[in-house]
């Protein structure tokens, strides 16, 4: 079946320390989109991206779409205390109307 | 302006009852997912609606029944409970076109013993 794998599974860094998670799909994906979870918490969208190769910035994160539209990846310079949380990716196979989410990079920052 | 919620946002269940687990939304969005979280795991999908009337399976389908029959409403059936369905279960919604973001309702969490 359609799978999206994401690592690592957690990840503890020292504040001030880069961060980054990757996602891989088995299928090519129309889009994906990146969520974020804090403890207890619902997904929250962060961003899409649509285009083959396409990059996007949000203040200390920056997302990569592959030329493939197959892998995805999140990072974050100079991480923060508040970035804690967990990370998903959710890829959306081309001709569906479903998403496959990753299982996941918690993310633990260390003041 | 609700947003997407969900109802209830606890149960508890003993192996073998019944339950519904409703979603609903103000938005007019047309596409509707439920999915469930195990502890430390991704979200997985369970049946999903393109529209009022229709549904389809997803990755986990088995044990779960759906309907659509009100577009703001997509109701989540377990008609005899395991402890395998012991789960956090999330709804999500799109407007129905392409490249927008699911909207999450706030989670049910259900312990199945």
């Known amino acids: 079946g359609q799978q999206v794998m994401q690592i690592p599974q957690y990840q503890h860094v020292q504040e001030g320390e880069d961060f980054t998670t990757y996602c891989n799909s088995s299928?090519?994906?129309?889009?994906i989109q990146w969520y974020k979870q804090r403890p207890g918490g619902h997904p929250v969208f962060l961003i899409q991206?649509?285009?083959?190769?396409e990059v996007k910035k949000q203040k200390r994160l920056t997302f990569q779409f592959g030329e493939a539209k197959k892998n995805s990846s999140l990072h974050i310079t100079a991480t923060q205390t508040t970035d804690v949380g967990t990370y998903f990716c959710a890829g959306r196979p081309s001709g569906t109307y479903k998403y496959i989410f990753g299982t996941g990079t918690r993310l633990k920052v260390l003041a | 302006n609700a947003g997407v919620t969900q109802t209830p946002k606890f149960r508890v269940l003993k192996t073998g009852q019944s339950m519904t687990l409703l979603c609903a939304q103000d938005?007019?969005?047309?596409?509707m997912y439920w999915y469930r979280q195990d502890p430390g795991m991704g979200l997985r999908l369970i049946h999903y609606s393109v529209g009022e009337g229709t549904t389809a399976k997803g990755e986990v389908p088995d044990g779960y029944n759906v309907s659509r029959l009100k577009k703001q409403n997509f109701l989540l059936g377990l008609e005899s409970a395991a402890p395998s369905q012991t789960s956090v279960y999330f709804c999500a919604t799109l407007p129905g076109t392409e490249f927008y973001e699911q909207y999450f309702g706030p989670g049910t969490r259900l312990t199945v013993t």
């Open positions: 299928t090519t994906l129309s889009n």
């Open positions: 938005m007019n969005h047309e596409y």
């Open positions: 991206l649509v285009k083959s190769g």
